[in-house]
């Protein structure tokens, strides 16, 4: 039964099957199916134990996509591994273990472990030897490998900024340009998958749909106060126009300090993180964008779109401006 105070995302891969590869010590009954399933009620979310062994489990995981023929797959850690070796569908890899011997050899993994989920097999221990962490060595060594331009574009890398465990963020980057940081660690806790895992998902969707949200600027001016800090229900109101709208960040261009370029970026990231990635325009002249919307303090004249005036007396706080959308619908 679904939480009632959570929200749920109905409209989100509706009809649609996900294929989650939990990580290492884990199972099929990771709370992570659950809340995905919980969170994207129209979606069908599938999983099954991983065994132990890189070499079966990677011709498992194989076979599953092939039967199970999923619109996209989520892997983490030790999945995430494995994930972005299962070419031909589109996948979100969290915190992927590519360097998964080493980070056994170094978490000091090696002994005894008890797996933190059931599995179907009622196992509860395995003893990690110095061999199976060879295998997952020699394993890890098949990852990046014939990566056409095509599988590039269908995978996405979510990395925790503050992982105390796993950093293979330049890794991916190397081969595949969607490298996106969150504030977060490394396990997929439910902060991390509401604010930061969801938006992703959502790009996902609207690309296998061709679907075309209207336009959404929202002016960098509107979103701190001149001592830089977040203004009142700004992160509220990004959270929701993001569920109906494709929202961008406009910043100005200063063309006697490029360096303040790179300072307005990483406001965005550290203050709206994954979501807004990028989604930051620099621009001057924003009246000459083609948008639906313009939120901003600034004169806009010329702007073809809806310009909402913050700050106004029709709009002083965001919290009016998200009654405005919430009564336009999507629209």
Avoid at 54 to 70: I, S, V, Y
Wanted: with cysteine; glycine share 6%.
């Amino acid at each position: 039964m679904a939480n009632p105070y959570i929200t749920t995302y109905p409209d989100v891969m509706k009809g649609k099957k996900i294929m989650y590869v939990h990580g290492f010590m884990s199972s099929a009954q990771s709370g992570t199916v659950t809340l995905l399933q919980t969170l994207l009620p129209s979606a069908t979310v599938v999983a099954e134990d991983i065994p132990i062994h890189p070499a079966e489990a990677m011709d498992m995981l194989t076979r599953m996509a092939e039967r199970e023929q999923p619109d996209l797959i989520i892997g983490t850690s030790m999945g995430g591994m494995y994930t972005e070796m299962l070419r031909g569908y589109d996948r979100i890899v969290v915190n992927p273990a590519f360097e998964m011997g080493q980070t056994m050899a170094k978490s000091n993994m090696i002994g005894r472990m008890t797996f933190q989920n059931p599995r179907k097999d009622g196992v509860e221990e395995l003893v990690v030897t110095k061999a199976l962490v060879k295998e997952y060595a020699e394993m890890t060594q098949h990852c990046f490998a014939g990566i056409t331009p095509e599988e590039q574009r269908r995978v996405y890398g979510l990395f925790g900024d503050n992982d105390p465990q796993v950093h293979t963020f330049d890794i991916f980057h190397e081969h595949y340009p969607q490298a996106i940081y969150f504030h977060g660690e490394h396990r997929l806790v439910e902060k991390v998958v509401y604010r930061y895992l969801i938006p992703i998902v959502r790009w996902i969707d609207d690309r296998q749909e061709g679907r075309e949200r209207p336009v959404v600027l929202m002016g960098i001016d509107t979103l701190r106060d001149s001592h830089g800090k977040q203004t009142s229900s700004m992160h509220k109101a990004f959270e929701r126009l993001i569920e109906q709208y494709d929202v961008h960040i406009v910043a100005t261009a200063p063309t006697n300090d490029p360096a303040a370029l790179s300072a307005d970026g990483a406001w965005v990231a550290d203050n709206l993180s994954a979501p807004a990635w990028n989604r930051v325009i620099y621009t001057n002249t924003p009246q000459l964008l083609c948008a639906d919307y313009l939120i901003t303090a600034q004169p806009a004249e010329g702007f073809m779109g809806t310009v909402i005036d913050f700050g106004s007396d029709k709009f002083k706080t965001w919290e009016e401006i998200i009654a405005y959308f919430d009564l336009l619908g999507g629209q």
